[in-house]
Protein backbone atom coordinates (compact mmCIF):
# COMPACT_ATOMS: atom_id res chain seq x y z
CA UNK A 1 0.00 0.00 0.00
CA UNK A 2 2.76 2.46 1.11
CA UNK A 3 4.64 1.71 -2.78
CA UNK A 4 1.57 2.46 -4.11
CA UNK A 5 0.57 5.36 -2.65
CA UNK A 6 4.07 6.71 -3.38
CA UNK A 7 4.12 5.81 -6.86
CA UNK A 8 0.68 7.85 -7.16
CA UNK A 9 2.43 11.06 -5.58
CA UNK A 10 5.34 10.77 -7.78
CA UNK A 11 3.20 10.61 -10.98
CA UNK A 12 1.00 13.58 -9.53
CA UNK A 13 4.61 15.33 -8.83
CA UNK A 14 5.24 14.56 -13.04
CA UNK A 15 1.94 15.93 -14.12
CA UNK A 16 1.98 19.40 -12.02
CA UNK A 17 3.95 22.12 -12.35
CA UNK A 18 7.34 22.61 -11.45
CA UNK A 19 7.47 24.61 -8.45
CA UNK A 20 7.27 24.05 -4.45
CA UNK A 21 3.70 23.79 -3.56
CA UNK A 22 2.09 27.18 -2.80
CA UNK A 23 -0.18 25.85 0.28
CA UNK A 24 3.63 24.89 1.96
CA UNK A 25 5.66 27.75 0.99
CA UNK A 26 3.24 30.73 2.01
CA UNK A 27 3.03 28.94 5.08
CA UNK A 28 6.60 29.46 6.10
CA UNK A 29 8.27 31.31 8.83
CA UNK A 30 11.19 33.17 10.74
CA UNK A 31 11.24 32.27 14.47
CA UNK A 32 9.64 33.30 16.86
CA UNK A 33 7.63 35.20 14.34
CA UNK A 34 6.11 38.86 14.82
CA UNK A 35 4.91 41.47 12.85
CA UNK A 36 6.98 44.47 12.66
CA UNK A 37 6.77 47.74 11.19
CA UNK A 38 8.72 50.02 8.60
CA UNK A 39 8.14 53.59 7.29
CA UNK A 40 7.88 54.64 3.80
CA UNK A 41 9.61 57.69 3.41
CA UNK A 42 8.88 58.11 -0.82
CA UNK A 43 8.18 56.05 -4.10
CA UNK A 44 10.09 56.88 -6.79
CA UNK A 45 10.16 55.65 -10.87
CA UNK A 46 12.09 52.38 -11.17
CA UNK A 47 14.45 54.71 -13.32
CA UNK A 48 14.91 57.51 -10.83
CA UNK A 49 18.53 55.49 -9.48
CA UNK A 50 20.01 58.96 -8.36
CA UNK A 51 16.97 59.94 -6.19
CA UNK A 52 16.96 56.49 -4.68
CA UNK A 53 20.17 56.37 -3.77
CA UNK A 54 20.76 60.21 -2.16
CA UNK A 55 17.76 59.03 0.06
CA UNK A 56 18.68 55.64 0.77
CA UNK A 57 22.42 57.65 2.21
CA UNK A 58 21.04 60.57 4.01
CA UNK A 59 18.36 58.50 5.73
CA UNK A 60 21.09 56.55 7.24
CA UNK A 61 21.59 59.34 9.73
CA UNK A 62 18.50 58.11 12.21
CA UNK A 63 20.86 55.16 12.78
CA UNK A 64 18.02 52.67 12.03
CA UNK A 65 17.98 50.41 8.90
CA UNK A 66 17.34 51.64 5.59
CA UNK A 67 16.64 49.75 2.73
CA UNK A 68 14.28 49.79 -0.86
CA UNK A 69 12.27 47.74 -2.60
CA UNK A 70 10.67 47.30 -6.35
CA UNK A 71 6.74 46.82 -6.56
CA UNK A 72 4.62 47.25 -9.76
CA UNK A 73 1.81 49.35 -9.72
CA UNK A 74 -1.30 49.03 -12.01
CA UNK A 75 -1.02 51.24 -14.94
CA UNK A 76 1.95 52.95 -13.46
CA UNK A 77 4.75 50.36 -14.03
CA UNK A 78 7.54 49.25 -11.64
CA UNK A 79 7.97 51.96 -8.86
CA UNK A 80 10.94 51.74 -6.37
CA UNK A 81 9.89 52.21 -2.84
CA UNK A 82 12.33 53.92 0.33
CA UNK A 83 11.70 52.55 4.11
CA UNK A 84 13.47 52.90 6.97
CA UNK A 85 13.21 50.99 10.43
CA UNK A 86 12.34 47.76 11.63
CA UNK A 87 9.62 48.07 14.70
CA UNK A 88 8.38 45.70 17.00
CA UNK A 89 5.14 48.06 17.42
CA UNK A 90 3.19 50.41 15.70
CA UNK A 91 3.94 53.03 18.75
CA UNK A 92 7.33 53.30 18.37
CA UNK A 93 7.73 53.28 14.82
CA UNK A 94 4.59 56.37 15.10
CA UNK A 95 7.90 58.21 16.95
CA UNK A 96 10.12 58.01 14.23
CA UNK A 97 7.31 58.98 11.88
CA UNK A 98 6.58 61.74 13.47
CA UNK A 99 10.12 63.17 13.23
CA UNK A 100 10.31 62.53 9.90
CA UNK A 101 7.03 64.38 8.71
CA UNK A 102 8.29 67.23 11.20
CA UNK A 103 11.94 67.49 9.77
CA UNK A 104 11.92 66.57 5.57
CA UNK A 105 9.49 63.97 4.30
CA UNK A 106 5.39 64.88 4.95
CA UNK A 107 4.13 61.85 2.90
CA UNK A 108 6.17 59.39 5.22
CA UNK A 109 3.34 56.69 7.03
CA UNK A 110 4.01 53.74 8.76
CA UNK A 111 3.58 49.97 7.36
CA UNK A 112 4.05 46.51 7.78
CA UNK A 113 7.43 45.20 6.70
CA UNK A 114 7.89 42.21 4.27
CA UNK A 115 11.75 41.39 5.24
CA UNK A 116 13.17 38.51 6.79
CA UNK A 117 14.55 38.35 10.09
CA UNK A 118 16.59 35.94 11.32
CA UNK A 119 16.83 36.63 15.29
CA UNK A 120 19.37 35.83 17.80
CA UNK A 121 17.51 37.31 21.14
CA UNK A 122 17.89 41.50 20.54
CA UNK A 123 20.70 40.87 18.12
CA UNK A 124 19.53 39.77 14.31
CA UNK A 125 21.06 39.61 10.88
CA UNK A 126 19.11 40.38 7.79
CA UNK A 127 18.96 40.66 4.32
CA UNK A 128 17.46 43.49 2.09
CA UNK A 129 16.60 43.71 -1.76
CA UNK A 130 19.85 45.47 -1.28
CA UNK A 131 22.48 45.14 1.28
CA UNK A 132 22.97 42.86 4.53
CA UNK A 133 22.70 44.73 7.30
CA UNK A 134 23.12 43.46 11.02
CA UNK A 135 21.63 44.89 14.71
CA UNK A 136 24.09 44.28 18.06
CA UNK A 137 23.62 45.97 20.67
CA UNK A 138 20.79 48.16 20.09
CA UNK A 139 22.77 49.52 16.71
CA UNK A 140 21.78 48.69 13.02
CA UNK A 141 25.07 48.31 10.99
CA UNK A 142 25.16 48.01 7.16
CA UNK A 143 27.83 45.32 6.90
CA UNK A 144 27.26 44.73 2.91
CA UNK A 145 25.86 46.81 -0.08
CA UNK A 146 25.06 44.57 -2.74
CA UNK A 147 25.39 47.42 -5.60
CA UNK A 148 22.86 48.77 -7.78
CA UNK A 149 19.82 45.98 -7.74
CA UNK A 150 16.15 46.70 -8.89
CA UNK A 151 17.38 49.55 -10.92
CA UNK A 152 16.67 50.00 -14.70
CA UNK A 153 19.81 49.15 -16.86
CA UNK A 154 20.63 49.31 -20.50
CA UNK A 155 19.73 45.53 -20.28
CA UNK A 156 16.48 45.50 -18.34
CA UNK A 157 16.03 45.58 -15.38
CA UNK A 158 18.18 43.68 -12.53
CA UNK A 159 15.58 42.72 -10.10
CA UNK A 160 17.68 41.32 -7.22
CA UNK A 161 20.72 39.73 -5.67
CA UNK A 162 21.99 36.42 -6.05
CA UNK A 163 22.70 36.36 -2.02
CA UNK A 164 21.72 34.11 1.10
CA UNK A 165 20.03 34.91 4.23
CA UNK A 166 22.92 35.75 6.49
CA UNK A 167 23.97 33.68 9.68
CA UNK A 168 25.81 35.33 12.61
CA UNK A 169 29.21 33.29 13.19
CA UNK A 170 29.06 32.09 17.06
CA UNK A 171 30.95 35.16 18.57
CA UNK A 172 28.93 37.43 16.49
CA UNK A 173 31.61 39.40 15.07
CA UNK A 174 31.02 38.08 11.97
CA UNK A 175 27.94 37.65 8.81
CA UNK A 176 28.11 34.58 7.04
CA UNK A 177 26.74 34.45 3.59
CA UNK A 178 26.78 33.64 -0.33
CA UNK A 179 27.16 36.36 -2.61
CA UNK A 180 27.65 36.17 -6.65
CA UNK A 181 28.50 32.31 -6.13
CA UNK A 182 31.32 32.63 -3.15
CA UNK A 183 31.09 31.99 0.45
CA UNK A 184 32.10 35.59 2.32
CA UNK A 185 32.37 37.28 5.83
CA UNK A 186 32.14 40.20 6.99
CA UNK A 187 33.31 41.94 9.93
CA UNK A 188 30.26 43.34 11.79
CA UNK A 189 33.21 45.95 13.44
CA UNK A 190 35.22 47.24 10.56
CA UNK A 191 33.54 45.54 7.69
CA UNK A 192 36.13 43.65 6.47
CA UNK A 193 35.34 41.39 4.05
CA UNK A 194 36.73 38.25 3.75
CA UNK A 195 36.07 35.56 0.26
CA UNK A 196 36.59 31.79 1.44
CA UNK A 197 38.43 30.04 -1.32
CA UNK A 198 36.23 26.82 -1.59
CA UNK A 199 38.53 23.94 -2.81
CA UNK A 200 37.03 20.31 -3.72
CA UNK A 201 33.22 21.34 -3.51
CA UNK A 202 31.18 20.49 -6.78
CA UNK A 203 31.41 23.72 -8.56
CA UNK A 204 28.02 24.22 -11.00
CA UNK A 205 29.53 24.81 -14.47
CA UNK A 206 27.27 27.36 -14.86
CA UNK A 207 26.47 28.94 -11.80
CA UNK A 208 28.19 28.01 -9.10
CA UNK A 209 27.92 27.28 -5.46
CA UNK A 210 24.61 27.80 -5.36
CA UNK A 211 21.98 28.98 -2.70
CA UNK A 212 24.41 27.22 0.08
CA UNK A 213 23.43 29.03 3.13
CA UNK A 214 26.78 29.04 5.05
CA UNK A 215 26.67 28.75 8.76
CA UNK A 216 29.58 28.41 11.21
CA UNK A 217 29.66 25.66 13.90
CA UNK A 218 29.98 26.61 17.16
CA UNK A 219 33.62 25.66 17.79
CA UNK A 220 34.44 28.07 14.66
CA UNK A 221 36.50 25.52 13.33
CA UNK A 222 34.36 24.69 10.47
CA UNK A 223 32.13 26.29 7.98
CA UNK A 224 29.04 24.43 6.65
CA UNK A 225 27.13 24.75 2.89
CA UNK A 226 25.09 22.94 0.82
CA UNK A 227 25.66 22.36 -3.03
CA UNK A 228 23.96 22.24 -5.60
CA UNK A 229 21.26 23.65 -3.56
CA UNK A 230 18.69 24.07 -6.29
CA UNK A 231 14.90 23.09 -6.83
CA UNK A 232 14.93 19.12 -7.39
CA UNK A 233 18.39 18.60 -7.56
CA UNK A 234 20.67 16.24 -5.54
CA UNK A 235 21.80 18.01 -2.68
CA UNK A 236 25.27 17.27 -0.60
CA UNK A 237 25.96 18.91 2.30
CA UNK A 238 29.84 19.96 2.66
CA UNK A 239 32.27 21.19 5.53
CA UNK A 240 35.41 23.79 4.96
CA UNK A 241 37.95 24.25 7.54
CA UNK A 242 41.70 25.73 6.83
CA UNK A 243 42.99 22.49 6.14
CA UNK A 244 40.36 20.97 3.72
CA UNK A 245 36.66 20.66 2.15
CA UNK A 246 34.86 17.57 2.11
CA UNK A 247 31.37 16.08 1.27
CA UNK A 248 29.90 15.00 4.93
CA UNK A 249 26.34 13.66 3.84
CA UNK A 250 26.13 12.58 0.47
CA UNK A 251 22.92 12.72 -1.94
CA UNK A 252 21.58 10.24 -3.89
CA UNK A 253 18.90 9.96 -6.56
CA UNK A 254 16.26 9.94 -3.93
CA UNK A 255 17.12 11.14 -0.97
CA UNK A 256 19.12 14.72 -0.61
CA UNK A 257 19.64 17.35 1.87
CA UNK A 258 17.69 19.86 1.97
CA UNK A 259 18.30 21.98 5.25
CA UNK A 260 20.42 22.06 7.94
CA UNK A 261 21.16 23.42 11.35
CA UNK A 262 24.59 23.30 13.81
CA UNK A 263 23.77 22.73 17.30
CA UNK A 264 24.66 25.93 19.27
CA UNK A 265 27.00 24.73 21.46
CA UNK A 266 28.40 21.68 20.12
CA UNK A 267 29.82 20.87 16.55
CA UNK A 268 26.79 18.51 15.63
CA UNK A 269 24.84 18.92 12.63
CA UNK A 270 20.89 18.69 11.96
CA UNK A 271 19.91 18.19 8.57
CA UNK A 272 16.55 17.31 6.45
CA UNK A 273 16.82 14.41 4.10
CA UNK A 274 14.39 13.65 1.94
CA UNK A 275 13.21 13.22 -1.59
CA UNK A 276 14.51 15.48 -3.88
CA UNK A 277 12.22 15.29 -6.91
CA UNK A 278 8.35 16.14 -6.95
CA UNK A 279 6.26 19.46 -6.22
CA UNK A 280 4.50 17.70 -3.24
CA UNK A 281 7.95 16.82 -1.49
CA UNK A 282 8.70 19.67 0.96
CA UNK A 283 10.68 17.66 3.44
CA UNK A 284 12.20 14.26 4.90
CA UNK A 285 13.08 13.10 7.88
CA UNK A 286 15.63 15.05 10.45
CA UNK A 287 18.82 13.74 10.70
CA UNK A 288 22.22 14.13 13.10
CA UNK A 289 25.61 13.66 12.40
CA UNK A 290 29.13 14.25 13.81
CA UNK A 291 31.65 16.62 11.74
CA UNK A 292 33.82 13.68 10.09
CA UNK A 293 30.71 11.66 9.24
CA UNK A 294 31.48 8.91 11.84
CA UNK A 295 28.35 9.18 14.13
CA UNK A 296 25.02 9.46 12.07
CA UNK A 297 21.92 9.36 13.68
CA UNK A 298 17.80 9.37 12.79
CA UNK A 299 16.34 11.73 14.77
CA UNK A 300 12.73 12.53 13.78
CA UNK A 301 11.34 10.89 11.29
CA UNK A 302 7.43 10.99 9.69
CA UNK A 303 5.42 7.95 10.58
CA UNK A 304 2.35 7.89 7.99
CA UNK A 305 2.65 7.64 4.21
CA UNK A 306 0.64 10.64 4.20
CA UNK A 307 2.93 12.48 6.23
CA UNK A 308 6.26 14.55 6.17
CA UNK A 309 8.79 16.59 7.95
CA UNK A 310 9.12 20.15 6.40
CA UNK A 311 12.52 21.28 5.24
CA UNK A 312 11.69 24.84 7.39
CA UNK A 313 14.08 24.02 10.24
CA UNK A 314 15.09 26.49 13.03
CA UNK A 315 16.54 26.05 16.26
CA UNK A 316 17.88 28.10 19.70
CA UNK A 317 19.50 27.51 22.40
CA UNK A 318 16.75 24.87 24.30
CA UNK A 319 14.96 23.82 21.30
CA UNK A 320 14.78 22.68 17.37
CA UNK A 321 11.56 23.50 16.03
CA UNK A 322 10.15 21.90 13.21
CA UNK A 323 7.16 21.62 10.96
CA UNK A 324 4.85 18.38 10.44
CA UNK A 325 3.24 18.67 6.63
CA UNK A 326 0.08 16.40 6.41
CA UNK A 327 -1.02 15.88 3.23
CA UNK A 328 -4.56 14.39 1.54
CA UNK A 329 -5.08 11.04 0.35
CA UNK A 330 -6.66 11.76 -2.65
CA UNK A 331 -4.25 14.24 -5.03
CA UNK A 332 -1.16 14.73 -2.76
CA UNK A 333 -2.46 18.11 -1.58
CA UNK A 334 -1.27 19.43 2.08
CA UNK A 335 -4.43 19.09 4.06
CA UNK A 336 -2.49 20.74 7.59
CA UNK A 337 0.49 22.04 8.77
CA UNK A 338 1.56 21.23 12.64
CA UNK A 339 4.42 23.35 14.21
CA UNK A 340 6.00 21.34 16.47
CA UNK A 341 9.65 21.70 18.67
CA UNK A 342 12.16 19.06 20.39
CA UNK A 343 14.30 19.90 23.47
CA UNK A 344 17.99 19.73 22.23
CA UNK A 345 19.08 17.73 25.57
CA UNK A 346 16.85 14.82 24.23
CA UNK A 347 17.81 14.87 20.64
CA UNK A 348 21.58 14.81 22.10
CA UNK A 349 20.11 11.67 24.39
CA UNK A 350 18.92 9.89 21.12
CA UNK A 351 22.63 11.28 18.84
CA UNK A 352 24.84 9.36 21.72
CA UNK A 353 23.23 6.53 22.29
CA UNK A 354 24.50 3.50 20.99
CA UNK A 355 23.54 2.07 17.40
CA UNK A 356 21.62 -1.61 18.55
Known amino acids: MKKMYMIALFLFSVNTILRPN ?12 KTVYSIQVASFPAQSK ?11 QYGELVYYEKVRIDKKGEWIRVKIGM ?40 K ?3 ALWAKLDGKFVECFNFGEVLFYTDKGYHNWADYTQPF ?29 NIKNAHYNRHIGIVNSVPQMSPSGKYIAFISDNLWESESHLWLYSKDSTYKIVNATSSLSVKNFRWHPQQDIIFYVFGFPFGTIS ?3 DIYATDTMGNQVKLIKSYQKINEEISMDIEIDEEYLYYKNVYFSESGGRIAKIVEKKAKLDSLLTVFNSKIK
Do not use: M
Open 22 to 33: TDYWNSRIALPE
Open 50 to 60: AAVLALYDSLK
Open 87 to 126: FESYELAGALEGKLIHECRQDAFITKSTLLIRRFGDDFAI
Open 128 to 130: TPN
Open 168 to 196: FTPDKKQLIYEFDNKIYLTDTDSLTITIL
Open 282 to 284: VGG
